[in-house]
């Protein structure tokens, strides 16, 4: 079946540093993927997504390509700030004509960025 | 407008209760989900539901259904409640949007349930 791994946190990085939050998947089919951030307290929002090979999402500073050959879909950014402080979660879609669309989330990674 | 909302925001009640949670979203979309969040952080799916078929999750308990009175409305019904219960529960939908035949679609969360089982 499908399923994300991604890196394990927490991570706590000093302002302006490099970010590099590592996901992989596995899929049957040929899936989307994506990048969710969770601030303290809100819902899931969407930071930036991919949908075929090769194709880069980018959002806020925020890169991530798809890789197919590598199965991955790192998340970076080149001088994280205070306010990047969120859970990221990786995540793929898959379509099936019986059921839909259905998304697949990686166990989240939890940034804290310190001044 | 809030695309995707749920009600009550904080949920406080007792072991052995029935509670409801109500989710609605305006954004026409095809298939509604709910989700379970623990206190690690992690994401457990637990029902989607479009106008074809309820998937269940065959880990979540009996004790949890789903109603859809309507395409824009998934509520959670939790019957007996447990204290290993307690979890943050989000509603989200997402559009099909079809490419190739994958979807491209992104999924839309609400703000999040805080139930606490006393």
């Known amino acids: 079946g499908d399923s994300v791994t991604q890196m394990e946190g927490p991570v706590t990085l000093s302002e302006e540093a490099f970010l590099t939050i590592n996901c992989t998947y596995t899929a049957t089919g040929y899936p989307s993927l994506f990048w969710y951030v969770q601030y303290p307290g809100e819902g899931l929002q969407l930071l930036l997504k991919?949908?075929?090979?090769?194709d880069k999402g980018s959002n806020k500073g925020f890169e991530a390509t798809y890789r197919k050959e590598t199965t991955s879909f790192h998340l970076e950014k080149g001088s994280v700030q205070v306010s990047d402080s969120a859970v990221y979660f990786c995540?793929?879609?898959?379509?099936?004509?019986?059921?839909?669309?259905?998304?697949?989330f990686g166990t989240g990674t939890s940034l804290t960025v310190i001044p | 407008d809030t695309a995707v909302s749920q009600t009550p925001k904080y949920l406080v009640t007792q072991m052995g209760n029935d509670k409801s949670i109500k989710c609605e979203q305006n954004l026409g979309h095809d298939t509604m989900y709910w989700y379970k969040q623990d206190s690690k952080k992690f994401l457990k799916i637990m029902f989607s539901y479009n106008n074809k078929e309820l998937i269940i999750n065959e880990t979540v308990p009996n004790r949890f259904s789903p109603k859809s009175p309507d395409k824009a409305h998934l509520n959670l019904h939790i019957n007996s409640l447990e204290l290993g219960d307690s979890a943050v529960y989000f509603c989200?939908?997402?559009?099909?949007?079809?490419?190739?035949?994958?979807?491209?679609?992104?999924?839309?969360f609400g703000e999040g349930s805080r139930l606490t089982v006393l």
């Open positions: 991919a949908t075929k090979a090769d």
């Open positions: 989200a939908s997402s559009q099909e949007a079809l490419a190739g035949g994958r979807n491209t679609g992104e999924l839309f």
């Open positions: 995540a793929l879609s898959d379509y099936w004509v019986r059921t839909g669309n259905q998304f697949y």
